[in-house]
């Protein structure tokens, strides 16, 4: 059977609080663990007006006192924004406080606009070029392998599983390189999908991490008891793509709106059908066979389930009949 994780962007609804989309998260969290999802991530976003999970390992801390089984942890951090030492030290508290459950998904992007990266970082100095030297420097802080000739406190010796996350074929390069395993963005950026998936498992070397490939992809699913109710609660997130890409600017989630993709035209519905390809919206048996054919097509190890949808019990739903459809593959 394949895998299968959860993505949470902590999303912040129109109308709603950061508060809340907390509170929402350690509620869906502990729903997915019963349901079976092998792992709980969220991701490093700022300056997002719809995304409450900035604070990433604040958020996961969060998580993890909400939860006791599942791993928890970030997909991603966008190591560029960080010293590496600072990473380990957090994610080093993290598998203090929860051990044996805690993952650290790295990317390269800067999760933001050149504005916000700026305030992040205070200037741009730092090279995204240097992220396999920053992700080796973060590796030798875990081993506490005295390479650095620094000790991490709290994160030397810490049992943190790295993850390399990438959208492109720099990541899947890296991350064979390495010999850990990873994770494509196919859920908003497929077009390099069946590329990367190819360049990591012919070119992985295995390592003391990993003896062989672990692919897991990024799927979108918006399931509900009927093929229509589904196609409506997935509007929420398609109004978001759309703003995002029109205009550069996040949005706080908004509500759903009945008869979204007629109104758009046929140029954005084509950029919503390319963006969103790698999804699943539907009842229960539309959901199941469109995975089905996701799994087929990729032979992905593990998938990492993500939606976000306005109603909060009509999300825990959609992983219910989510959870079932890939037990049942």
Known sequence: MTAYSLLDLVPILQGGSARQSLINAADLARHAEGLGFNRYWVAEHHGMPGIASAATS?????????????????????????????????????????????????GRAPGSDQKVARAIRRTLDSDANAFPQDVMELQSYFADDGRTGIRAVPGGGADVRLWILGSSLFGAQLAAALGLPYAFASHFAPGLLDEAVDVYRRTFRPSAALEKPHVMLGFNVFAADSDDEAAVLATSQQQAFVAIRTTGAGIELPPPVPGYLDSLGPQGAAMLSQVLSASAIGGPEKVKAQIAAFVDRTGADELMITSAMYDHDARKRSLSITAEAIRSL
């Open 58 to 106: 604040v958020v996961i801390a969060h998580i993890g006192q909400a939860t006791s089984t599942i791993r928890i942890g970030a997909g991603g951090i966008m190591l560029p924004n960080h010293a590496p030492l600072v990473i380990a030290e957090q994610f080093g508290t993290l598998d203090a406080l929860f051990p044996g459950r805690i993952d650290l998904g790295l």
